[in-house]
């Protein structure tokens, strides 16, 4: 379990390796309002529609042989959560934080990954938080865009999408068959 949490947390982060939000994160990253509103929407959310969804798919979607249905019964689940979710923090708290496709995708990449109940709530939770821990990297990136020296013409989201890229090569470089030391036996 804890080579699940460090293996998700750092090298197969779901922004980084899989692109799940970085739309989203390019578009929160310039004012990073309600974070934490948001968050624990989403993992909650996330976290309730992932186990839900898991237990249907091993107790009725695999028995059945119809695990094709498996997004299919995880969107249900996952829109009964949110929208419960948005309407309970929309009438205390009077602010919106609807971020419904990336949840999705957290949900389905937990539910495809996941071998156990344990490890689909992990695997989904770890995507939510790493989601949400990106966005003030981005928030600093971009603040150090404006600040440097560059024309006008390269201060816009390329630049992001471009650093986004280099901390991807810089975290993931590490994996490469030859200095596995297995290989040159």
Known sequence: MLSDILYYFVYASAVLLYGIGLDRIVVL???????????????????????????????????????????????????????????????????????????FLCVLLGLTEGSSIASCLIISCLSVILFYLFVPVLFAIRRRIKLSPLPRAFRNESV??????????????????????????
Do not use: Q
């Not at 992001?160 to 297995?182: D, E, K, Q, R, Y």
């Open 29 to 103: 990253s310039p004012k990073p309002s309600h974070g934490f509103l948001g968050c624990l929407k989403m993992i909650f959310s996330v976290s309730a529609s992932s186990v839900i969804a898991y237990l249907i798919n091993s107790a009725l979607l695999v028995p059945a042989h119809l695990t094709e249905l498996a997004p299919f019964f995880a969107i249900l689940v996952f829109v009964l959560f949110a929208v419960f979710m948005e309407t309970i923090i929309r009438i205390s708290a009077k602010i919106s934080v609807a971020e419904s496709c990336v949840s």
């Open 160 to 185: 992001i999408f471009i650093s986004i890229a280099i901390i991807m090569i810089v975290l993931l470089a590490w994996n490469v068959s030859w200095l596995n030391p297995g290989v040159l036996k």
